[in-house]
């Protein structure tokens, strides 16, 4: 991805004057004089502000050059170190590179630098799309830890555009709370399809929010080469080399099974699901509590999930108008990009502060042709 990031250039002086008082909003302005003020800055550390007096209501203020505000740092400043922050860099690397800029700003202040681009842009960019219908909506969720305590994030995206919609802390993981995370961007955004892992509470959710649900097909993919060979394994342990017969059966059939994952032959393929799962409906599940599966048990209920699961594996090729390619990974991706700021930490210190750094870094890789970070802070 190619970021264009936009840095605020810092003027010496005022280039114009203020239209009316920001007090009482009157136009007639008296120019009050000139004040000299250092500022933290690679490229200049002294401007000028020009002081104002109202006519109307009596008070002063400063109109300063573009660049400055009333802090000590000029916002060329405070929008590097943010991005520092945002792009990976610790506080403390941060703040030696700025130094060996020639400004120097403490690791602290980098911190709040951070933390008020965030707040800013999680106020100024709400989630939503303008208007737009987006059709189908991508969800997955991810842990962060909070003064060692872990936190579930959830991530909501625009599958077509891959642009993330928000994010949410879960403090509950069943489906009704999860529909009722999904239920606002469903509702306003005209949703008809929910992309998502085979995590079982998103089923009930896609169904009570009553959204088509299309399954992730790379990670159904990895379950099941997963589960197969942990299967396999523990037959060779039950039946070693006294039934090969058995055992060469047990390993063509879920050979099968994977093939029909990876191919998805259309309904035939779960038709084929249905006759593997009836070859195996005479395994008898464990006869007391806590005993282990067999491996014919496993693979009875290994087809059975897959053949009910199918309708969801197919979507993508049922519905090839909405243009999906079957896979969660918008929603991957839009969790890497705040995962990238976060593998350089020992976790956030506060959920306000988590909160601050998933919006910047969320904003930093939205995929925006430029990132003006100034502009959405002065929003």
């Given amino acids: 991805?190619?970021?264009?990031?936009?840095?605020?250039?810092?003027?010496?002086?005022?280039?114009?004057?203020?239209?009316?008082?920001?007090?009482?909003?009157?136009?007639?302005?008296?120019?009050?004089?000139?004040?000299?003020?250092?500022?933290?800055?690679?490229?200049?550390?002294?401007?000028?502000?020009?002081?104002?007096?109202?006519?109307?209501?009596?008070r002063t203020f400063r109109r300063y050059p573009n660049g400055v505000t009333g802090k000590d740092q000029s916002q060329r400043t405070v929008v590097l170190a943010a991005l520092m922050y945002g792009l990976g860099l610790s506080c403390s690397a941060a703040s030696h590179l700025l130094g060996a800029l020639g400004t120097e700003v403490s690791k602290g202040t980098v911190w709040r630098d951070a933390q008020e681009a965030g707040e800013a842009l999680r106020k100024s960019c709400p989630t939503g799309t303008g208007g737009r219908v987006v059709r189908v909506l991508g969800a997955d969720e991810t842990v962060f830890k909070v003064k060692g305590r872990e936190v579930v994030v959830g991530f909501v995206v625009d599958v077509a555009s891959g642009r993330t919609l928000g994010f949410e802390v879960l403090v509950e993981g069943d489906g009704e709370a999860f529909r009722e995370w999904l239920k606002p961007y469903a509702e306003e955004l005209g949703a008809e399809v929910l992309v998502?892992?085979?995590?079982?509470?998103?089923?009930?959710?896609?169904?009570?929010?009553?959204?088509?649900?299309?399954?992730?097909?790379?990670?159904?993919?990895?379950?099941?080469?997963?589960?197969?060979?942990?299967?396999?394994?523990?037959?060779?342990?039950?039946?070693?080399?006294?039934?090969?017969?058995?055992?060469?059966?047990?390993?063509?059939?879920?050979?099968?099974?994977?093939?029909?994952?990876?191919?998805?032959?259309?309904?035939?393929?779960?038709?084929q699901m249905g006759r593997l799962h009836r070859g195996y409906s005479g395994a008898s599940p464990p006869e007391r509590k806590g005993e282990k599966a067999s491996a014919a048990y496993r693979t009875r209920m290994l087809t059975l999930e897959l053949w009910n699961k199918w309708p969801k594996l197919l979507l993508h090729l049922r519905r090839p108008e909405l243009d999906m390619d079957g896979t969660n990974n918008a929603s991957e991706r839009a969790i890497g990009r705040s995962k990238v700021r976060y593998k350089t930490m020992r976790g956030y210190k506060s959920p306000c502060g988590m909160k601050n750094g998933i919006g910047l870094t969320q904003w930093l890789y939205s995929g925006e042709d430029e990132h003006d970070l100034a502009e959405e802070m002065a929003a």
């Fill in 196 to 271: 998502t892992d085979d995590n079982d509470s998103y089923s009930v959710a896609a169904a009570g929010l009553g959204l088509s649900h299309q399954l992730c097909i790379a990670h159904v993919r990895k379950y099941v080469k997963r589960r197969s060979k942990s299967i396999l394994e523990q037959a060779e342990r039950e039946w070693g080399k006294e039934a090969p017969e058995k055992l060469n059966k047990l390993e063509a059939d879920l050979g099968r099974v994977r093939e029909l994952v990876e191919e998805l032959p259309g309904e035939e393929g779960g038709t």
């Fill in 1 to 58: 991805m190619k970021i264009s990031l936009l840095v605020p250039e810092v003027n010496f002086r005022p280039t114009a004057r203020p239209r009316a008082c920001p007090y009482c909003k009157n136009s007639i302005l008296h120019r009050h004089g000139t004040v000299r003020k250092p500022i933290k800055d690679h490229g200049v550390k002294e401007v000028q502000a020009h002081r104002y007096k109202c006519l109307s209501c009596e």
